[in-house]
């Protein structure tokens, strides 16, 4: 870790979910690819944890926290956000950095967060307002949630960043050979918002069934129901549920496949997505969240209209048909991640925000 002139480096402590989640893989990711020339420290706090019990054990994390900010020294605090009850806890350790007079910096995730803060009424939305123009920075994921906070929160314009997510993907790309049989790949929440009804009425469709292809849908959400559903439709012997797969088993089911399917209802900017573009994977998407600020329809990926499962379809048919359409996107998708979405880079990208909000708060 580098210092400058003899000081040390700024340390952040930097508030994570302690459960499955895009949150916190993230920056676990960004923690193994640590660069070794940052220029901070960062620590990282589970700000809830996977207990059944958490509601109860909030306020026991709120003290650690407290705790934790009066003893360490921390220079700035980064809070990952997303909508719901996220939005609540994290005002309230907002809140706990006002008092402890420790700045911090509030990075938004949910995808639906304009709709969740039109609905928040009275003390809530005071609540959440102020979290946002208290913060020193807000880093959003794209150009429409920069508008969002705004117009409609009342962010200023100067504490708006745009910091895209990324992840890790191998050293090297090799491209995949063009294959009669590609195989599909699924990465997320099963469930109505992320798709997967419609997905599956699209590979049931008989000039879909007609092809050569097979099929992983994993996840965690509504597994069980999925699998029922992917045997009624008669496509068990070539569409795998595996459930919710750990970081290894992720590595390989994108090592093995071929086209990536997020036919989301709403996303932020989906991990999956980019961890498809990372291995080679052509994406099928649809415009949703900064989505279409990433994959652009023909030239490195495929957009479809949401909840529509003629189109995936048709996408598909496409796919498997014209391999070196498949190739070109699949190369572009590749080639974009590692211009705009490389974990490597990502570091650089956060510690410039952290530097400007230390030197501002020295000055």
């Known amino acids: 870790m580098n210092t400058d002139n003899g000081h040390s480096p700024p340390r952040i402590i930097i508030l994570v979910p302690d459960r499955n989640g895009g949150i916190n893989s993230l920056f676990q990711q960004l923690l193994q690819h640590e660069n070794q020339a940052a220029v901070t420290s960062l620590t990282i706090f589970n700000s809830t944890d996977k207990r059944a019990l958490m509601v109860l054990r909030f306020p026991w994390r709120l003290l650690c926290f407290l705790v934790a900010i009066r003893a360490g020294s921390f220079q700035l605090c980064h809070i990952n956000l997303s909508t719901g009850g996220s939005a609540l806890r994290k005002a309230l350790y907002a809140a706990l950095c006002r008092w402890a007079g420790l700045p911090y910096i509030i990075h938004v995730h949910g995808?639906?967060?304009?709709?969740?803060?039109?609905?928040?009424?009275?003390?809530?939305?005071?609540?959440?307002?102020?979290?946002?123009?208290?913060?020193?920075?807000?880093?959003?994921?794209?150009?429409?949630?920069?508008?969002?906070?705004?117009?409609?929160?009342?962010?200023?314009?100067?504490?708006?960043v745009i910091?895209?997510?990324?992840?890790?993907?191998?050293?090297?790309?090799?491209?995949?050979?063009?294959?009669?049989?590609?195989?599909?790949?699924?990465?997320?929440?099963?469930?109505?918002?992320?798709?997967?009804p419609e997905l599956l009425q699209a590979l049931a469709q008989p000039q879909i069934q007609a092809l050569g292809w097979t099929a992983t849908i994993a996840g965690d959400g509504a597994v069980e129901e999925f699998r029922e559903a992917v045997a009624s439709a008669g496509l068990g012997a070539r569409i795998e549920v595996p459930g919710w797969v750990g970081p290894d088993e992720v590595k390989a089911l994108l090592a093995r496949s071929q086209i990536l399917l997020l036919p989301s209802h709403v996303e932020n900017l989906p991990l999956a997505m980019l961890e498809g573009m990372a291995w080679g994977l052509c994406p099928v998407v649809t415009p949703v969240g900064a989505v279409p600020e990433v994959i652009r329809n023909e030239e490195n990926g495929l957009v479809v209209p949401v909840n529509d499962a003629s189109a995936i379809a048709e996408a598909l048919k496409r796919?498997?048909?014209?391999?070196?359409?498949?190739?070109?996107?699949?190369?572009?998708?590749?080639?974009?991640?590692?211009?705009?979405?490389?974990?490597?880079?990502?570091?650089?990208?956060?510690?410039?925000?952290?530097?400007d909000v230390c030197r501002g708060q020295i000055l």
Not at 176 to 188: I, K, R
Not at 324 to 331: E, G, N, T, W, Y
């Open 111 to 160: 995808g639906s967060y304009r709709e969740f803060y039109a609905g928040l009424r009275g003390p809530f939305k005071t609540a959440v307002k102020t979290l946002f123009l208290k913060a020193e920075r807000v880093i959003v994921l794209g150009d429409v949630w920069r508008e969002f906070i705004i117009s409609e929160i009342g962010v200023e314009p100067g504490r708006a």
């Open 163 to 196: 910091v895209p997510n990324a992840v890790a993907g191998p050293d090297t790309y090799r491209p995949h050979t063009p294959s009669e049989s590609p195989h599909l790949l699924f990465l997320g929440m099963i469930g109505p918002p992320k798709g997967t």
């Open 319 to 355: 796919l498997i048909a014209d391999k070196p359409l498949r190739a070109r996107l699949s190369s572009n998708a590749r080639r974009d991640f590692e211009a705009e979405y490389d974990i490597r880079n990502y570091q650089q990208k956060l510690e410039a925000i952290y530097l």
